[in-house]
């Protein structure tokens, strides 16, 4: 008899503590796609500044940058030492990510999988597959819905930038032309990417398969784009932005925010440059404000004519 | 609100349900509107900026006068009287202490499915990023939703601070509250 009350109050037992349990366990979804490209969404009208080390990071964050890039060094300086460029040393990344409570990315080195599996072990909220680095792979790039942290990638065009959607980029900036502090590529590939885009909302839907192809880009992202008039993702600008003006001309041509690298902290004055670069792209259509904001930011990091580039030191030809 | 942020989204869903919406980035623009939607973005930069270009009197003075204010995200950090263990710029109009980043990093970032107080229908599918919580709501606070102990969605008379992200999500009931408000 005690037996069976035992058993009976045993199975009720279990059964409140699994009503209990299911009306109190939610589901909770990390990693997914609307999460990664849900941060991208909240960097838009914002700059994600370069720095490299925590006393560089703060000064970002004061000035008002969404975002901080933890690097070693700035691309200027890997243009200039020359070598093999490889991702920071996570202790780096550490110091920065202690300093700041704004979000903070890291680079990886193109296809270079392991790097970004440390990244993401140490919590960066963004992985940037990036060709400032030298290229580990040079044939494949990071199969990035593997991870959790999502990933931006540079491109030159539209062909690429859907390409590297298709791997599972959360967001695209254009490569420009890194720690050159001269705007121009950053500039051709903006305008190249929203030509191609343009050129897709008004093509007959049957020329599609063929502009995928000419594109090197699936079918189904091509067709997304032809009917949507935009990324998927979000459209970002980097590459050689170093003044408030660049920064506005970046976003005049259909940025939604932007990077800049070695612009900053290269030049006289960083605070006083980043914070104008800051306004100058919540107000870069006002250039009332853009004349106000430009005055006396001291001298701006020494440019380089990328004519005068040899082609094997070209970053953004790196990826495929 | 258009300073930094997610502002298009918020303007396609407001401009689906028929309301007449625009961004808004000077004293002009928020001396205008009927009601205002503070975005997700980056609340330090959003705070830095408003502090900046005299925006922060501006808007505290008309939220007294009632204008409705919806912040999501940062939205609802800047909305808030204290945020724990950082300084920042806020606007401070809502009795909320906030905890910024109280998921943890982006990688802690997620959905789920919320049940919210007085929102009829299948529970609201809830998009949260680097997402702050509500620690601490004094009266006339009224909490509307909540994960374990953390309030992620509360009401202070015209004023309406969510955790997540509606405009991320098909669902307009988010707006409907606000718009009733």
Redesign the interface.
């Given at each position: 008899m005690t037996h069976i009350i035992l058993s009976i109050g045993l199975t009720f037992l279990s059964l409140f503590i699994k009503l209990k349990f299911e009306v109190n366990v939610?589901?909770?979804?990390?990693?997914?796609w609307?999460?990664k490209v849900?941060?991208a969404?909240?960097?838009?009208?914002?700059v994600i500044m370069d720095v490299t080390s925590a006393e560089q990071a703060r000064i970002a964050?004061?000035?008002?940058?969404?975002?901080v890039m933890a690097l070693e060094r700035v691309p200027a300086d890997i243009r200039a030492q020359g070598g093999v460029a490889r991702m920071a040393d996570p202790s780096k990344i550490k110091e920065i990510m202690r300093a700041v409570?704004?979000?903070v990315m890291a680079k990886c080195r193109i296809g270079h999988f392991v790097e970004a599996q440390i990244l993401?072990a140490l919590?960066?909220?963004?992985i940037d597959e990036s060709e400032v680095l030298t290229p580990a792979d040079e044939s494949h790039h990071i199969d990035k819905h593997r991870f959790?942290?999502?990933f931006v990638c540079g491109a030159r065009d539209l062909g690429e930038a859907l390409r590297r959607i298709a791997e599972g980029a959360a967001m695209i900036r254009t490569k420009g032309e890194a720690g050159t502090g001269n705007v121009v590529e950053a500039v051709r590939h903006m305008r190249l990417i929203m030509d191609e885009i343009r050129k897709l909302t008004i093509l007959p839907k049957e020329e599609l398969v063929a502009e995928a192809k000419r594109l090197g880009a699936p079918y189904e992202l091509v067709r997304w784009v032809a009917e949507h008039g935009r990324l998927p993702v979000p459209n970002f600008a980097a590459g050689g932005i170093a003044t408030p003006a660049d920064a506005a001309l970046m976003m005049q041509l259909g940025a939604e925010a932007v990077f800049v690298g070695s612009g900053i902290f290269k030049s006289e004055d960083p605070y006083a440059r980043a914070?104008a670069i800051?306004?100058a792209?919540?107000?870069y259509d006002n250039p009332k404000i853009l004349a106000q904001i430009s005055e006396g930011l001291g001298e701006p990091m020494p440019g380089i004519d990328i004519r005068k580039l040899e082609d094997k030191d070209l970053l953004a030809t790196r990826g495929w | 609100m258009a300073l930094q942020g997610d502002f298009q989204e918020h303007l396609s869903t407001l401009g689906r349900l028929g309301v007449e919406a625009f961004p808004v980035k000077d004293e002009e623009g928020i001396s205008k509107v009927n009601a205002l939607v503070i975005p997700g973005g980056e609340s330090t930069t959003m705070g830095i900026l408003l502090t900046r270009w005299g925006l922060r009197e501006i808007i505290r003075e008309r939220a007294r006068e009632g204008m409705p204010i919806l912040g999501t995200c940062a939205g609802m950090v800047l909305l808030a009287k204290q945020v724990e263990n950082i300084e920042q710029p806020l606007l401070g109009l809502m009795n909320i202490t906030v905890r910024r980043n109280a998921f943890g990093r982006q990688r802690d970032s997620f959905e789920c499915e919320l049940d919210i107080k007085g929102l009829e229908g299948p529970p609201f599918k809830a998009v949260f990023i680097r997402a702050p919580v509500i620690t601490v709501a004094a009266p006339p606070v009224e909490v509307l939703a909540k994960i374990d102990d953390k309030i992620v969605l509360a009401k202070e008379g015209n004023l309406l601070a969510c955790a997540f992200h509606p405009e991320l999500t098909e669902d307009t009931r988010i707006y409907r509250l606000f718009l009733g408000l």
């Open positions: 939610m589901e909770i979804l990390t990693g997914t609307r999460v849900g941060l969404q909240m960097l838009k009208g914002g964050e004061e000035a008002g940058a969404v975002a409570s704004i979000p993401e919590g960066v909220d963004f959790t942290v999502p914070k800051v306004d792209v919540t107000y | -």
